[in-house]
């Protein structure tokens, strides 16, 4: 079970009893407590000092695991920024957003949680997957770490199963400790975007997965060269960027960065796209006109669905590759460039070249140096990130402030599949700023039917979905939301009119009342917006 315990201030007076009504803490306690001050004191080097007061704290309180987690100043991210018991891996994937998990929670509330068994807790996200919750009995206790009355992370820790009595007097026993840390807490968080978390994230990627980590590292180590470089993944998981990327990395940034979907074009109009014409080669050829080559010339040529290539554009592609020579349609004069080929496909060129679909040689041409982009159902870490960055760029361009996901709509998003990837969870969040009501808060209904009521998975290439379960959030949480959410858009739309707001929901005007006085709703806001109209 999950239990919200009295505020940090309360807890802490609390924990001064600890051992009796004297006060007295016990020896091991003390000598904890003591140790971490020393620690946050003494340690100039502020992550090393929370690491240190991790491990001060594994010893004398027996946990399995602990970490802390801040606040990005500027982004709003929740991170791990130090951890005990936790790989690295595991610990560059403890991300999370206000609200989103315990974690979230405990940071968007300021009020600490316990959880007796996380196996049985279904807000309990195991994020880091450092747990194995079918064979660990695990509890988990989460307090905030606050300073100058603000929050600016949380301090979690893992423990074997124990009773609610001892983890109500060891949540106090954190909540003290939480406030030791919470200077050098609150130095580190303004530290934490002087540095990325990823300092090889190129320009426009969202998201520090372990997946996108790689891609990042890759594109970082092949871009400085010239070398041919085949980047594989599902439609929509952002190839052309990273092609971009690989260009702007390069010597030839400043030269021309000329792109072609293969599969926009039909085979007729394809070779003069590439290789361009002379005039008169063919019926409408009234000019002379230069191709894809030519223009990418000193620069960087990025071939999109080339899987979609007949054999014999194929043929004349794998000559430029080996002479970097090529002839216009209709013409006979050779020409000759200094092109970097980045080629890009969501088929499968392997099967492709066992069917003989594909010529062999050229696969080989192309596959010098691979980069796969994971989907986005591989790297559910980064959908929050991405769909923040989305709304607040479309909330931007639509004059929108202040706009941000519900609870529910984030668990939605997480349980999704994702078949288009970035670019279908773009055209999401996009829809949902357009039908934003007054309140600003994204919501179920404004989400398009796919992510209602099924859990989508790929199996043999194929996008199956199954009924879903509910929510992460409680039912009330959700309830609220939508009432709320309800109660803002009546008003609006009778531009507050209580009575005229109150029968298009059904309600009386007193129960109307009671309603906006419980979510701190004032009529007369949205009574200011008619007198300007």
Not at 58 to 86: K, N, Q, V
Request: hydrophobic residues 40%; charged residues 25%.
């Amino acid at each position: 079970m999950s239990k919200t315990t009295p505020s940090p201030q309360e807890s802490v007076s609390q924990a001064l009893s600890l051992s009796n009504p004297a006060g007295d803490l016990h020896e091991q306690q003390l000598k904890l407590l003591y140790d971490l001050a020393e620690v946050v004191n003494t340690t100039t080097d502020l992550v090393q000092a929370l690491n240190k007061a991790l491990m001060l704290m594994a010893g004398h309180l027996h946990m399995m695991r602990g970490a802390i987690t801040l606040i990005s100043p500027h982004t709003g991210e929740i991170r791990t920024e130090a951890a005990y018991g936790l790989k690295p891996a595991e610990l560059r994937r403890g991300r999370y957003v206000r609200g989103e998990g315990i974690t979230g929670r405990v940071i968007e509330s300021g009020r600490p949680m316990y959880i007796s068994n996380v196996s049985e807790e279904p807000l309990f996200l195991n994020r880091t997957r450092s747990r194995d919750l079918g064979k660990e009995g695990i509890s988990f206790l989460c307090v905030p770490i606050r300073l100058n009355d603000q929050v600016v992370g949380a301090l979690s820790v893992d423990h074997l199963l124990v009773d609610e009595a001892t983890l109500e007097d060891e949540m106090r026993l954190l909540t003290i400790v939480s406030t030791l840390l919470g200077h050098s807490a609150l130095e580190t968080q303004g530290r934490m975007d002087e540095e990325t978390s990823s300092p090889l994230r190129p320009r426009g990627f969202v998201g520090n997965s372990e997946g996108m980590q790689k891609v990042y590292a890759q594109i970082a180590q092949v871009a400085p060269s010239a070398t041919t470089v085949f980047l594989q993944g599902e439609s929509g998981t952002g190839k052309e960027l990273a092609a971009r990327a690989i260009h702007v990395g390069s010597a030839r940034a400043s030269k021309p960065f000329i792109s072609l979907n293969c599969a926009a074009l039909p085979e007729s109009l394809i070779e003069s796209e590439l290789f361009g014409h002379e005039r008169g080669a063919f019926t409408g050829a009234n000019a002379t006109r230069k191709g894809r080559f030519e223009l990418a010339n000193g620069g960087t040529l990025f071939l999109d669905e080339v899987g979609e290539l007949s054999l014999m554009t194929q043929a004349k592609l794998l000559r430029v590759l080996q002479e970097r020579a090529f002839e216009r349609l209709g013409g006979m004069e050779t020409h000759y460039v200094d092109v970097r080929f980045i080629t890009a496909t969501n088929r499968n060129l392997e099967h492709m070249v066992n069917q003989e679909t594909f010529r062999r040689d050229l696969f080989y041409r192309l596959n010098v140096f691979p980069i796969y982009l994971p989907p986005l159902r591989g790297r559910p870490e980064d959908i929050l990130p991405l769909a923040n960055h989305f709304i607040k760029k479309f909330a931007q361009t639509n004059g929108r402030e202040n706009v941000r996901l519900s609870l529910a709509v984030m668990d939605m998003l997480q349980r999704y599949a994702w078949p288009g990837n970035i670019r279908e969870l773009e055209n999401v969040m996009e829809r949902a700023v357009l039908l934003l009501g007054r309140e600003g808060l994204v919501l179920p209904q404004h989400l398009p039917p796919a992510l209602h009521g099924a859990h989508c998975t790929t199996v043999n290439g194929e996008n199956v979905c199954t009924l879903r379960p509910g929510f992460s959030g409680s039912l009330q949480d959700q309830l609220d939301e939508l009432e709320r959410a309800s109660i803002v858009e009546a008003l609006e739309f009778s531009q507050g009119q209580m009575g005229k707001a109150a029968a298009s929901l059904g309600l009386t005007e007193r129960i109307m009342a009671l309603r906006m006085k419980k979510y701190g709703i004032n009529y007369k806001e949205f009574r200011l917006k008619r007198e300007r109209m």
